[in-house]
């Protein structure tokens, strides 16, 4: 056996493992980095991994943290915006209702070819010196005190890694959190089945409706957008990818699930007939290029960063639920944190403090992120909660989060200490929303669809956040006070809307914030 020292041992060289490596390489050049794979490189362009949209944090830091922005402008799409569809109507489909954007907010998203991007991470970090083990089989792995060995075979050789940090970024194998017992419970159930086909799926074909058409700005170009059709504890994602290729996704709380009696492709094709027959006519004579079925998808993690010199990101540590498409905004928050950690470390500054208050700050971002989904699956073919859910999700997401990560913010203690009392408040505020969903959530309605278009780039406080994140020196004390201000005022307006007489006035504080976007809610 082939005995090998290194700073940093990766296991896993996904878009986790290998985005954690070229950012530590972009702070500290001098640390030596092996990653250990199973897959051979270069892998298949249009490989079968969930995660294929991002969106502004995520984006953001592979971009702009990470310097990729020239990459992804020329080898992946521009996502536009998030849509969702709500209705089963056998006709045209502007008669269904549609939630989304009339033109695109500034900060730019991306559906991503994983394929395509993990190729070139791979490329990239070889030219960088970085020593990356593919078609490896893990053996052992021994933790200590900034000391640890991991052990595999490739080719017939055995190797031994020893490492003052190993990382485990290799998924749902769950490497250190299963040896560490580390797994916790979310209390969310969710449930997916995912494929995709060798034809690229244009949703704005699927009418000919002219005024349809027009509520785009640019129009033809929602088949970019992550499109989702919508129903009582489900939905279904529709995502293009730069091959040509779409990935599509049903996603299912246990009772849609055991409803839908989907169990193979069959079933789905059967399902989606009775349910979304255009989408089943886009899917029709098309190749499959895989077909895979994920149930009880949401774990939580005990413990994410130690300071004996262990860390976990991606999958290989939590995963709370794919709507939003959060993977890649976890990905960016854990790398951060364990970027800062192992700099640290590395300049022989004690970091034990670091690593409780880096995991605190990651279960608090999980734990608001996980409220999003728990108990609201029964709601998401209701237009009119997900259309309010959407709004305040959104400044939440833009006003709290997006704000943290796009200023650095959340790898500066000093900052963090500062401002958590009004993290706090911003947390209240949430928990409150989010339980008023949830009870409208148990009905579990779906509301008959009238065509209705509820446009969200007419929302003045969304125009307003997301144009803050554009600019790179704000204060982040002030501004998020100012957004705090914004999400109280929107707090009552939408608990207004979700009554069951709720009023079609609106005032001039409310047009200030939201516009007359009441009136889509309430058509």
């Not at 209390?187 to 000919?208: L, P």
């Not at 309010?388 to 833009?398: A, E, N, P, R, S």
């Given at each position: ?7 940093i ?15 530590i390489?972009n ?29 502004e ?14 990459h992804?402008?020329?080898?992946h ?5 998030l ?5 089963n ?28 991007l ?8 070889t030219?960088?010196?970085v ?7 893990l ?17 017939n ?7 003052r940090w190993?990382?485990?970024?290799a ?11 580390l ?23 699927w ?60 079933d ?23 077909f ?23 999958e ?25 950690l ?56 833009w006003?709290?989060?997006?704000l943290l ?33 949830s ?12 065509g ?13 956040l ?5 600019k ?11 957004n ?9 307006y ?22 007359d ?7």
């Amino acid at each position: 056996m082939k005995h090998i020292n290194t700073d940093i041992i990766i296991a896993g060289a996904g878009l986790a493992g290998m985005s954690l490596a070229l950012q530590i390489l972009n702070r500290t050049p001098s640390l030596s980095i092996t990653i250990i794979e199973k897959n051979t490189f270069p892998v298949h362009d249009t490989t079968a991994k969930v995660g294929e949209s991002t969106v502004e944090i995520g984006a953001h830091y592979f971009t702009d943290v990470l310097g990729l922005d020239a990459h992804f402008k020329e080898k992946h799409l521009r996502k536009y915006g998030l849509r969702l569809f709500f209705g089963n109507v056998d006709g045209d489909y502007s008669e269904y209702d549609e939630l989304g954007v009339s033109e695109l907010f500034g900060i730019p998203a991306y559906q991503i070819e994983r394929g395509t991007l993990e190729n070139y991470l791979h490329e990239l970090l070889t030219s960088k010196g970085v020593n990356i083990v593919d078609g490896a089989m893990l053996g052992d792995i021994s933790l200590g005190d900034k000391q640890h060995t991991i052990e595999c075979t490739q080719n017939n050789g055995a190797f031994s890694f020893t490492a003052r940090w190993l990382i485990d970024a290799a998924g749902r194998q769950a490497l250190l959190r299963n040896k560490l017992q580390l797994q916790s419970s979310t209390g969310h159930r969710g449930n997916a089945v995912f494929f995709r086909i060798d034809r690229r799926v244009i949703i704005d074909e699927w009418s000919t409706d002219p005024a349809w058409q027009s509520r785009v700005s640019e129009p033809g170009k929602r088949w970019l957008s992550t499109n989702h059709l919508m129903g009582p504890g489900y939905w279904i994602w529709i995502i293009p990818l730069a091959s040509g290729a779409t990935s599509f996704g049903i996603v299912m709380d246990d009772q849609a699930l055991a409803e839908s009696g989907i169990e193979s492709f069959e079933d789905t094709m059967a399902w989606l007939e009775k349910e979304h027959p255009l989408c089943v006519k886009a899917i029709q004579g098309a190749e499959l290029l895989d077909f895979k079925v994920m149930q009880g998808y949401s774990y939580g993690c005990k413990q994410m960063f130690s300071d004996q010199g262990w860390a976990m990101t991606g999958e290989a540590g939590a995963f709370a639920d794919p709507f939003y498409s959060p993977g890649s905004d976890f990905i960016a928050l854990n790398n951060t944190f364990i970027t800062h950690l192992i700099e640290r470390d590395f300049n022989d500054q004690d970091i034990r403090f670091e690593s409780v208050l880096f995991h605190k700050f990651y279960d608090s971002f999980f734990t608001n992120t996980l409220s999003l989904y728990k108990d609201q699956y029964g709601g998401f073919g209701d237009r009119k909660m997900m259309s309010v859910k959407l709004v305040w999700d959104y400044t939440y997401y833009w006003g709290v989060f997006a704000l943290l990560f796009f200023t650095d913010a959340i790898g500066n203690i000093e900052t963090m200490r500062r401002i958590t009392p009004d993290l706090m408040k911003t947390q209240m505020l949430n928990q409150r929303m989010q339980r008023l969903l949830s009870e409208r959530a148990k009905k579990r309605l779906v509301l008959p669809a009238k065509g209705v278009f509820m446009d969200q780039f007419l929302v003045p406080c969304l125009v307003e956040l997301n144009d803050i994140l554009k600019k790179p020196n704000v204060d982040v004390a002030k501004t998020l006070s100012k957004n705090i201000a914004i999400m109280e005022k929107v707090v009552p307006y939408f608990e207004d809307m979700l009554s069951d007489n709720a009023s079609m006035d609106i005032n001039e504080e409310e047009r200030a914030i939201l516009g007359d976007y009441r009136l889509s809610v309430l058509a």
